[in-house]
């Protein structure tokens, strides 16, 4: 099994820039997809950004696409999440989430399918 381990995150002004980190370990020789989902105080949990295990393909919500880009590192078994032009609109507690998956080139959108989940970490813009 893969445990996800969740760095970054904190308080910043409107504008400004943040990296949210997700390591893996345990069962990391297995093919996972990877995606970033977050949820602000009152409402459900939202797709951000989401990433193959090849690192082909990408998908990202309507409202970070252009400021927003994940990425991952196989050396060290982790995904990123950098954010940029931070708005008050951003402010949420963070998740990073791993599926195992067959298709290297596949993203997944629906934070339904994921198996694995980071502890979350709290991202507050403040205008």
């Known amino acids: 099994q893969v445990q996800l381990v969740q760095s970054g995150g904190g308080l910043v002004q409107a504008g400004a820039s943040l990296r949210l980190a997700c390591a893996a370990s345990?069962?990391?020789?297995?093919?996972?997809?990877m995606g970033w989902f977050r949820q602000a105080p009152g409402k459900g949990r939202e797709f951000v950004a989401a990433?193959?295990?090849?690192?082909?393909?990408?998908s990202y919500a309507d409202s970070v696409k252009g400021r927003f880009t994940i990425s991952r590192e196989y050396a060290k078994n982790t995904a990123y999440l950098e954010m940029n032009s931070l708005n008050a609109e951003d402010t949420a507690v963070y998740y990073c989430?791993?599926?195992?998956?067959?298709?290297?080139?596949?993203?997944?959108?629906?934070?339904?399918?994921?198996?694995?989940w980071g502890q979350g970490t709290q991202v507050t813009v403040s205008s």
């Open positions: 345990g069962n990391t020789g297995s093919t996972y997809a």
């Open positions: 990433i193959s295990w090849s690192g082909d393909s990408t």
């Open positions: 989430a791993a599926r195992p998956t067959t298709t290297p080139t596949r993203v997944y959108r629906d934070y339904g399918v994921y198996d694995i």
